[in-house]
């Protein structure tokens, strides 16, 4: 079953996430991540930091691998996820650039570039614990509504809703690129540990149908109940569509120690 842990807001689910990250980089220096842009797991990251300066957690042999990334967008913009991911992870906790992966979403390449992609996570050894975020429309990593749960990294065209949602990061709606390169579904099974975050009223029915729904391509998110070990760490806003809530705080409350997250 999907682990659902209720959290009193996001400050806590970063904290939470980070010891889990921690005690991975503990366990195995060269660690691997998988990395979500957005605003969910922006708490994660800076309990992260928090914890890697405060405690001098070497983090030198981490590696990681971001979800996704738009395609035709020169990586040096600002909305880059190269950019995104180097300004709101790589830089505050201090990893090493050259570990920190991203699909290359310039254009001349792009054809060969999914392969390329999951050849690199392979040879890393796959992903230990990957980050995820969800979009208003089902989405993880930008598999949009439809994307085969078998999927592997590829270019897809971005959804109406997702360049909506998105566009408060660029000047203008029509300024957020029309395609994108995305980790796929089955790319995201693969990793030995889901953690999918989401905060407030606007994510409550994405997560609802992601984990009490059918499984169903028109919710993407809903792979992660195919997946042996998936935690949804949410606020009591984005649980509020959830109907076994009473069962997912039951459970977490009489969890042994080393079973939690
Ligand atoms: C980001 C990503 C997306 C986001 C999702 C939610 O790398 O893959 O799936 O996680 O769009 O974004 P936020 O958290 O900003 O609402």
């Given at each position: 079953m999907t682990e659902v842990v209720i959290v009193d807001d996001s400050e806590q689910a970063g904290a939470l996430v980070a010891g889990a990250m921690v005690r991975l980089i503990t366990e195995k220096a060269d660690?691997?991540?998988?990395?979500?842009?957005?605003?969910?797991?922006l708490p994660v990251y800076t309990a992260l930091a928090e914890r890697v300066s405060r405690e001098r957690i070497d983090v030198s042999r981490v590696r990681g691998f971001a979800l996704d990334e738009y395609v035709g967008l020169d990586v040096a913009q600002p909305q880059s996820y190269r950019s995104v991911v180097v300004r709101?992870?790589?830089?505050?906790?201090?990893?090493?650039?050259?570990?920190?992966?991203?699909?290359?979403?310039?254009?001349?390449?792009?054809?060969?570039?999914?392969?390329?992609?999951?050849?690199?996570?392979?040879?890393a050894g796959g992903i230990d614990l990957q980050l995820l975020g969800i979009g208003t429309n089902g989405h993880i990593g930008f598999n949009e509504p439809s994307s085969s749960f078998a999927s592997l990294t590829r270019m897809k065209t971005l959804s109406r809703q997702t360049r909506e949602d998105n566009a408060r990061f660029f000047d203008s709606p029509d300024d957020v690129p029309m395609h994108c390169i995305t980790q796929g579904l089955g790319t995201i099974l693969r990793a030995r540990h889901l953690v999918l975050l989401a905060f407030g009223e606007g994510k409550a029915s994405a997560i609802a149908r992601a984990v009490?729904?059918?499984l169903t391509a028109k919710i993407p998110a809903s792979a992660v109940q195919l997946h042996p070990?998936?935690?949804?760490?949410v606020d009591e806003a984005a649980a509020s569509q959830l109907t076994d809530v009473e069962y997912y705080r039951y459970a977490w409350d009489n969890k042994l120690e080393w079973e939690k997250i």
């Open positions: 660690a691997v991540f998988g990395l979500a842009t957005g605003s969910a797991p709101e992870v790589v830089e505050p906790v201090g990893f090493d650039p050259r570990r920190v992966h991203v699909p290359n979403g310039a254009l001349d390449t792009i054809q060969g570039e999914g392969e390329r992609y999951e050849k690199a996570i392979t040879e009490e729904g059918p070990r998936a935690t949804v760490i």
